[in-house]
């Protein structure tokens, strides 16, 4: 089980790395809309690939991209990231932040982790009268909106719709690798790129930015519950 947690780790941390709001420039994949989604899409039409122009990077789209990645000697991932955008247009896409349109059920989340900052940080601790680590927060502040969760990190990972960071909402969670290999931190996203946590550098609950560059380097995915 835990290997299995370790391969979808990589998987996830494949997936996420060049998502919107992670570097310089506009990463797309499946899901994402708009006029730089067209751009590309009519870029790979005038090439001979098989897409539709409609703004919308849906499967075909992936495919096509997939088939450019392999036609061109590329990472084949199916995302269409700074590599593929300057072979394609011969210039970057700029990064674009969406609105986030927040959840009422997201604000009590929020809400209810800010209740814990200061409480001190305790590896293996679920409770505010032992203290949190990391995914024991979470597990916490979850459980008193009646969500339940699994109670590690990678676990938590496996549980929710993973959203990109362009899409962030407070009450999303946020996962890190500091390895890159298995997921070993998360937090909760609470707005303007920022998440609250249990960190074990400072030794409690407290705020840490989504743009810190380690955080930037570690960022191994996002999900949402609600």
């Known amino acids: 089980m835990q290997a299995v947690r ?10 996420v790395l060049a998502l919107p709001g992670i570097g310089f420039c506009q990463s797309l994949s499946q899901g994402d809309q708009g006029d730089a989604v067209r751009r590309i899409q009519q870029k790979l039409s005038d090439d001979g690939y098989a897409v539709v ?16 990645e392999k036609k061109n000697g590329m990472t084949i991932n199916g995302i269409a990231d700074e590599e593929v955008q300057l072979a394609l ?10 609105p986030n349109f927040i959840s009422e059920k997201g604000e009590a989340i929020v809400k209810a982790a800010q209740q814990y900052l200061g409480v001190p940080y305790v590896y293996g601790g679920a409770s505010p009268s032992e203290g949190f680590d990391c995914s024991g927060f979470v597990y916490y ?28 909402q407070p009450g999303d969670l946020v996962f890190f690798s500091a390895d890159g290999y298995e997921i070993n931190h998360v937090g909760i996203y609470v707005g303007n790129d920022e998440f609250i946590h249990a960190n074990s550098e400072d030794e409690l609950i407290d705020y840490d930015s989504m743009k810190r560059d380690y955080r930037v380097r570690a960022f191994a995915g996002a999900t949402r519950l609600v």
């Open 6 to 15: 370790k391969i979808m780790s990589v998987l996830v941390m494949t997936a």
């Open 53 to 68: 122009v409609d703004g919308v990077f849906g499967p075909a789209m992936e495919d096509a991209v997939r088939e450019y």
């Open 89 to 98: 247009l011969g210039e970057t896409l700029p990064e674009v932040k969406m």
């Open 141 to 168: 502040v979850f459980a008193k909106q009646g969500i339940s969760l699994p109670r590690t990190a990678d676990d938590q990972a496996l549980v929710g719709r993973q959203v990109s960071v362009s899409e962030l």
